[in-house]
């Protein structure tokens, strides 16, 4: 069975539901790493004040037993703390009011899904597109692909992010091993390796919210100890990093993926693009250099994957874009609701836990089974017929 998940829930809602289908059984769960994974999300520089309403935490309700998976579907709950303040207006039962008291929204934000979603689904009620579209959601999103790091880690491999961009500030380039740099950016407020261009980000980010805007950036994810052969090229949907840009494209507010050096092979030679072939009896074969990311023809080719993606600017604004009124077709200046001057750091921890997931989900394809001993026997045997090839 292919692995899969589902989520439910609303941003003002009483909570966040994710159910897993596929995990093998006899997995261990760290719930400790767990919840590291969604309280780093909740970190960096220029978030707004939910984070300081929300302590996110993930409940396992269903598909686990003393630590450790069944093989049933696993259930994970996020709760939303805020939902006290919100209990009549998201009441799923039908409630007495004025629009104001119903919360109703009918000013639709440009750069949201109010409108698009308004149109789409019959809604004069906009809070009903903007609850779900919220990126509320990337909660038990980040959970779910906690789950997937750990079932990877299981086999070796590993996964960081890091920020490369924020606005007109970039990111040195940096030779850190993989751990290393998840220290180092782990300690930093907007998750970068460099301690000035850490510095030189959080004055632009205090420069771009008191100007009333907000600002976007590029974050990278790099995934070590990938076996050769994950995905496949024979049909466009089995390519693994296609299936990758995919989800890092579902990431609310992404707007554009690359792998390896990406968008500079367009301007470049096919000489320093493509990664010489090389042998030797320690490594088996090899690239050269990883100028494609980790891979060939849709596969992994055993080099780490390397996925950018890049976040555009939170649309809710204090100095307010113009909109029209649902009701009154009237223009206004839209409305100011709580909202982050950046997110991009948040946005690093989101990418590593969708990639993670693709991840897991091609490895599970390839060296499937219903336990993870089943899962460690496949693997080996085709660790051993690489080591024969």
Not at 101 to 122: C, F, Q, S, T
Not at 287 to 298: D, I, Q, S, V
């Amino acid at each position: 069975m292919s692995l899969r998940y589902l989520t439910a829930g609303e941003t003002h809602g009483p909570q966040l539901t994710a159910i897993i289908e596929g995990l093998p059984s006899h997995l261990q769960l760290d719930f400790v790493a767990l919840n590291f994974e969604l309280a780093r999300r909740q970190k960096g520089y220029g978030r707004g004040r939910r984070m300081q309403i929300e302590k996110d935490t993930a409940k396992i309700v269903g598909g686990v037993r003393h630590g450790y998976t069944t093989g049933a579907p696993v259930a994970l709950v996020v709760e939303n703390n805020d939902w006290k303040h919100w209990q009549k207006i998201m009441n799923i039962e039908p409630i007495e009011g004025t629009d104001e008291e119903k919360r109703r929204v009918h000013r639709p934000r440009p750069g949201h899904a109010d409108l698009n979603g308004g149109l789409k689904y019959n809604h004069k009620d906009l809070r009903n597109v903007l609850e779900r579209s919220s990126a509320r959601e990337t909660a038990v999103r980040v959970a779910v692909g906690a789950v997937a790091k750990q079932l990877l880690g299981r086999f070796g491999i590993r996964i960081a992010g890091h920020v490369i961009r924020i606005g007109e500030i970039e990111a040195p380039p940096h030779n850190l091993p993989l751990d290393e740099l998840a220290r180092v950016t782990e300690a930093s407020s907007v998750r970068v390796a460099d301690l000035e261009t850490e510095k030189k980000m959080e004055a632009y980010i205090d420069k771009i919210k008191e100007e009333g805007d907000s600002i976007g950036g590029i974050v990278e994810c790099i995934v070590e100890g990938v076996p050769v052969g994950l995905g496949s090229h024979v049909q466009y949907d089995r390519k693994l990093d296609g299936r990758i840009a995919q989800a890092v494209m579902s990431i609310n507010a992404f707007k554009g993926v690359e792998i390896g050096i990406g968008f500079e092979a367009g301007k470049l030679p096919g000489s320093k693009v493509h990664d010489e072939i090389l042998y030797s009896e320690e490594r088996g074969y090899y690239r050269a250099t990883n100028r494609l990311g980790g891979f060939e023809g849709g596969m992994t080719n055993g080099m780490p994957i390397v996925v950018r993606g890049v976040m555009k600017p939170i649309p809710t604004l204090y100095k307010p874009l113009q909109s029209v009124d649902i009701d009154t077709r009237e223009a206004f200046a839209a409305q100011v609701e709580r909202s982050d001057a950046c997110a991009v750091p948040a946005a690093s921890v989101v990418l590593e836990n969708v990639v993670a997931w693709e991840v897991a989900k091609a490895f599970l394809e390839k060296f499937g089974g219903d336990s993870i001993g089943e899962i460690e026997r496949n693997y080996k045997g085709y660790l051993a017929q690489l080591e024969e090839y």
